[in-house]
């Protein structure tokens, strides 16, 4: 029996999307919940995951290749489970580790504007055996997530800050014993039969935390213990023993048992914290009003269909939205310069410069890394500065420089199918542009009725800096410059 494996159904606003990365290839053994490839549209890396368990018997679409949604990418055959039990290594149960130094684990230093740090997650546990670069903990700051990694192989020691623990840069959280290239050599079996993360597919592990839950209170059924949705599902549903548990473990989530039906509370991240607080002080401290208009997409859709695929011969990424927008933002902002400042006490700071932020949408929360210099890039710049930031977002590799500064937020609530929304301002910035779903309706066109893909936008401003013939002169530009593309290249 064969499975085709297809691209993931794409919201309207997303014309096509790009293979970017096979984690299998023709011939390997996959199981079901598995990560087999990574879908990227303008905006957002989407998962596809094995349906069931088997042997990957042909792709037809490589990396890098345009593909629509719905459509079959590669085929997946069933495996007979005798063979696939025969040729899987057998479990390794103990390794001698062969001791020559203790290295300690130690917190990264931590950005001059971040105070402290939270231990997020451990990815192993005392005496697990480990292999060098292998990730061992994530930090977490207000804004982004470190990763902490083996100096060396060797076996884990002692781990002094449990998760939920407040540590602070260069600060000692764990104990790693270095061992021999014996140990090494064994180290890579066992590590692939007992890794937390090989356990749990990245779409697995982000609902594990959505549920409060870690690797270890979830029992896997799959091939080698590995843990598929199901059985994250069943763990959250599963009452809690006693009470005493939330009291002795007052960090931990609490499942409250109410006959049939259950309640958790799980304490927020630091991340979500921040959010939350930002958000608040952005509606608090500012005269945020928000002003709206509509643009027909036609030209731009029909543009990208005519240039798409040579577009990307030429440059090596795809054409999206995302670039238009940026360009006919930085255009817009150099026409009015009151929007691309902000207010620092009592005064105006006029930005020379054009760094846009970009809304990301990650596993941890909504992130607004920024892309420098938007003015001086291409069309293809842009492309590929926009999809290094979501890849990074996704991944939780963004920096502390990726996140700061910024004169101008885009947010595009368009690829999750938003109609029309008020986006709130990201401080300290005057505005930010809320990009929606493109959708067919009906247009009067010269007395006509025409069916035309069009396009809400919203700009939300702080009043006390931009007036509102200054806010809808902005919006109206953008909408001139998205309806006339063109424009954007002969700078008129």
């Given amino acids: ?29 996959v199981s079901r919940d598995q990560v087999l490839v990574d879908i990227e549209t303008d905006k957002v890396v989407l998962e ?30 069933a495996a007979d489970a005798s063979v696939v039990a025969t040729s899987a290594p057998a479990p390794v149960t103990s390794a001698p580790a062969v001791v020559s130094s203790i290295i300690d684990i130690v917190v990264p230093v931590l950005p001059e504007s971040v105070a402290d740090a939270t231990v997020a997650t451990w990815h192993v546990a005392e005496g697990d055996i480990v292999s060098v670069d ?40 764990g104990e790693l014993n270095a061992g021999s290239t014996a140990a090494s050599a064994t180290a890579a079996p066992v590590q692939d039969a007992l890794s937390r993360d090989e356990l749990a597919s990245p779409s697995v592990r982000r609902l594990m935390t959505e549920k409060g839950l870690t690797a270890a209170e979830v029992t896997g059924s799959g091939k080698g213990g590995r843990i598929s949705k199901e059985d994250v599902e069943m763990a959250a549903n ?29 304490p927020m991240t630091r991340l979500r914290k921040t959010i939350a607080t930002r958000l608040l002080e952005a509606k608090n401290s500012t005269a945020m009003l928000t002003t709206f208009n509509e643009v027909n997409m036609k030209p731009i859709m029909d543009l990208r269909e005519q240039y798409k695929d040579l577009f990307e011969k030429t440059h090596n990424t795809r054409l999206g939205f995302m670039s238009f927008y940026v360009k006919a933002v930085t255009e817009a902002l150099k026409r009015f310069p009151a929007v691309n400042a902000s207010i620092d006490g009592d005064d105006i700071v006029y930005h020379n410069f054009f760094d846009i932020s970009i809304a990301v949408s990650t596993p941890r929360g909504l992130v607004t890394p920024v892309l420098r210099d938007a003015d001086q890039l291409g069309m293809a710049g842009i492309e590929n500065g926009i999809r290094d930031l979501a890849i990074k ?16 937020t885009i947010t595009n609530g368009g690829v999750f199918g938003s109609l029309i ?68 290249l002969l700078d008129i």
Avoid: C
């Fill in 238 to 266: 599963k009452p809690s023993p006693t009470p005493v548990a939330a009291v002795t473990a007052p960090a931990a989530s609490v499942t409250q048992t109410l006959g049939e039906r259950s309640q958790k509370r799980v």
């Fill in 1 to 29: 029996m064969t499975t085709e494996i297809k691209v993931p159904v794409l919201p309207e606003s997303v014309a096509d999307a790009t293979v970017a990365t096979w984690h299998v290839k023709v011939g390997d053994k």
């Fill in 421 to 488: 929304s008020t986006p709130i301002l990201n401080l300290p910035q005057a505005a930010i542009l809320g990009m929606h779903k493109i959708q067919d309706r009906p247009m009067a066109v010269n007395g006509k009725v025409e069916i035309l893909p069009m396009m809400y936008l919203a700009l939300s401003y702080d009043h006390r800096l931009i007036d509102g013939k200054e806010s809808v002169g902005f919006l109206v530009t953008i909408k001139e410059l998205l309806e006339d593309p063109a424009r954007l």
């Fill in 48 to 77: 596809v995951p094995a349906t069931s368990d088997g042997v990957i018997t042909d792709i037809s679409q490589g990396e890098g290749a345009t593909v629509l949604g719905g459509q079959v990418i590669a085929i997946l055959s």
């Fill in 134 to 173: 292998q990730n061992l903990v994530d930090i977490e700051t207000d804004k982004v997530v470190l990763e902490v990694v083996a100096q060396a192989s060797g076996v884990i020691g002692k781990i002094i800050h449990a998760e939920g623990d407040t540590v602070l840069g260069a600060q000692k959280i």
């Fill in 393 to 408: 977002g996704r991944d939780g590799k963004l920096s502390m420089a990726e996140m700061q500064g910024g004169n101008f």
